[in-house]
């Protein structure tokens, strides 16, 4: 059996549906379902909007749980997943998969986490950095000896770590991590301290809405980014979904955890460039990674 996962912020590209659109009618409908729930045509911004467009947070979480959602969900003869798991973001395309979650309630809890993102980006600015080729422990220790905020957001895979924070929190860690030995420390294009303790005013705001929201029991595991391990309980997923927002993503321990369970073979669904299928096999080239 497979495990199937499910890509975050960064898969978007303009165009990015439009081929689901042109070619199968169940995704159509689904495509207008989503333009009625959001109560704009994130369809159109989507099929011929600009990069800089779908780079806008508010614009770029729908759009990518809209596209993962839908090609998972109009998939031909697609098997039952052994497990699922996603990169942030991904976690609710992930419980779509799953059957805890139904695509429009996923969708509402999407664009409402997407404001309260931006919100709290534009009240308190932050940044990101990629730092390449170091130890984690000589990052989360280079991080932890800042006065300002900034922390270990993203374990995408081995030698490679984000952190983030206050955009001076960020700059003094990318210098001591430079001036340390890492091969690389590359800042990223976003506004924000994306799973930072920048992000407590959105996760308040997100609480709210998970709390209300209707979750299933999931048909199979999904392995949640706060901690790495497989769960099953609505309440805990939901508690895992609220925590995320200021925890790290563990996706290089995601991935080590589904294949101590015996999980080899994945399937990455949507996206552009198989960014997960790359982070997956430089954990361990021994897993496939297939494209959907």
């Keep these: 059996m497979k495990a199937y996962v499910f890509p975050g912020q960064g898969a978007q590209f303009s165009g990015m549906g439009k081929d689901l659109w042109d070619l199968n009618a169940e995704a159509k409908a689904l495509f207008q ?30 759009a990518i749980f809209v596209h993962s959602a839908i090609t998972y969900l109009v998939a031909d003869d697609i098997e ?12 609710f395309s992930a419980l779509v998969a799953a059957g805890a979650l ?15 993102m ?45 952190i983030s924070g206050s ?13 340390l030995g ?15 303790p920048l992000m407590q005013p959105a996760q308040d705001r997100l609480r709210e809405a998970i709390e209300a929201a209707h979750f299933r029991p999931p048909a199979c595991e999904i392995y949640q980014n706060v901690d790495a391990a497989p769960s099953m309980e609505p309440e805990v997923i ?19 955890a589904m294949q101590a369970a015996g999980l080899t073979d994945f399937v990455e669904v949507g996206g552009k460039g198989k960014i997960l299928a790359g982070l997956i096999r430089k ?8 494209q959907l």
């Design 118 to 162: 931006q919100e709290a980006t534009e009240a308190v600015p932050g940044t990101m950095a990629a730092v390449l080729g170091m130890d984690d422990a000589m990052i989360e220790e280079a991080c932890a000896s800042i006065e300002e905020v900034v922390v270990p957001a993203n374990y995408n895979t081995n030698g490679q770590l984000v």
């Design 80 to 91: 039952q997943p052994a497990a699922v798991a996603g990169h942030s973001l991904g976690e």
């Design 102 to 116: 139904d695509f429009a309630s996923a969708l509402r809890l999407v664009a409402e986490r997407a404001l309260a």
């Design 182 to 196: 890492a091969r690389r420390v590359v800042p990223l294009p976003v506004g924000g301290a994306f799973h930072s």
């Design 167 to 179: 955009v001076e929190g960020v700059e003094k860690a990318s210098k001591i991590l430079a001036d």
């Design 283 to 290: 954990v361990d080239r021994s897993l496939t990674v297939e």
């Design 238 to 256: 939901k508690q895992k979904l609220i925590d995320q927002l200021t925890s790290p993503v563990r996706w290089t321990q995601t991935v080590q």
């Design 33 to 62: 379902q989503a333009d009625d729930v959001l109560g704009y045509s994130l369809s159109t911004v989507m099929f011929s909007g600009t990069e800089e467009e779908l780079r806008q947070t508010k614009i770029t979480q729908p």
